[in-house]
């Protein structure tokens, strides 16, 4: 999940974010590209006149009225917001993916996440110690999950929350729901956590550092540093970071019980998974099932724990995984993308994971031997392209 692509081998549950994590297949980035305008966004992504949408506005106001947001908050919230043509198309580009657990662990626990991720560790050391003192969720934990939301902080999303929410709520394909979210969202202004200027998040509002949506916000966020505000937009992730750990712990995390780990590899006992056929089997332990609160997902929740031990430390997953349908092994995928960008087919990285830039670059060499454009690896094209 680089960090501007995320990655979920399932859909994400609607208690969290949405559009969190910089790892996702189904488009819900918070490391959003494309054309920008002068706000540093997407095009689409600024607000663009819709009577149909402003109606719906307006009969918003005496609903939320009815449940207790003043005519002031609902003013300054849907001062300068609008109809986001991009959050609709985010949203209906959400088809099913699944990455393997193999590529999924490529990106989630690559060398730079892992990096970034001790190095965030080391800084923010004294306020996760007292996280973990507090709640009793270990600290590695709650970092790999800041590490898979928002790459520590880096992608957290740049969308107007009220804007975006308002937009799906009107969109009506999860309106109820995202009605939900926009109420929330307008009581977080009403009770001063943050102003309506900087009230952001990904196109679907998922907000801050662990990408909470309002509704999960309102349930579980807390005041960590004690200055009155539940600040997860703050450069400081303090207050993100202790609501993590609340949320895990509200939700029957065990202190000093690890997630599980590897199997035959010192992992706790446990019940045995094995996500991949062929692949690596995992000794998963109550606390997984809490991770997956958090996102219901296996392949997240391994993800989380694996970078969780890596950043303490740990080493790669010892087990190997099988050649891909394509009768490909990570090595062999690898070579390919370093040999289509040494031939001038820019892969976007040499990882190992076969995502659309890869598929791109395959095309435009399959296209450029006279070969049928299908973007699909295999061991022909990687004799193909030779040493």
Known sequence: MNGGQMIRSTRRTVLFGLGAIGLSACGNSVG????????????????????????WVNSFRARAERQGITRATLDAGFRGAGYLPGVVTRDRDQTEFSRTLEDYLAIAASDERVSKGRAAFARHRATLSAVESRYGVSAEIVTAIWGLESFYGERRGDVPVISATSTLAFDGRRGAFFEKQL???????????????????????????????????????????????????????????????????????????????????????????????GGPRFAVTSNFGVIKRYNNSDSYAIGVGHLADRIAGGGPIRASFPPDRFGLTKDDRIRLQQRLTSRGFDAGGADGVIGSNSRKAIAAYQSSIGMSATGDPSPELLRALGA
């Open 32 to 55: 959003l590209r494309g054309p920008s305008g002068a706000a540093g966004l997407p095009t689409d992504l600024r607000p663009v006149p819709n009577p149909g949408y402003e109606a």
């Open 183 to 277: 109420i929330a969202a307008l009581k977080i202004l009403q009770n001063g956590d943050v102003a309506a200027s900087n009230l952001k998040g990904s196109w679907a509002g998922a907000m801050g550092h662990t990408q909470f949506i309002p509704t999960s916000y309102e349930a579980f966020a807390v005041d960590f540093t004690g200055d009155g505000r539940r600040d997860i937009w703050s450069e400081d992730p303090s207050d993100s970071l202790a609501s993590t750990a609340a949320y895990l712990a509200k939700n029957g995390w065990t202190r000093g019980v690890k997630w599980g780990g590897e199997a035959g590899n010192g992992a706790p006992s446990g019940r045995i998974i094995q996500p991949q056929p």
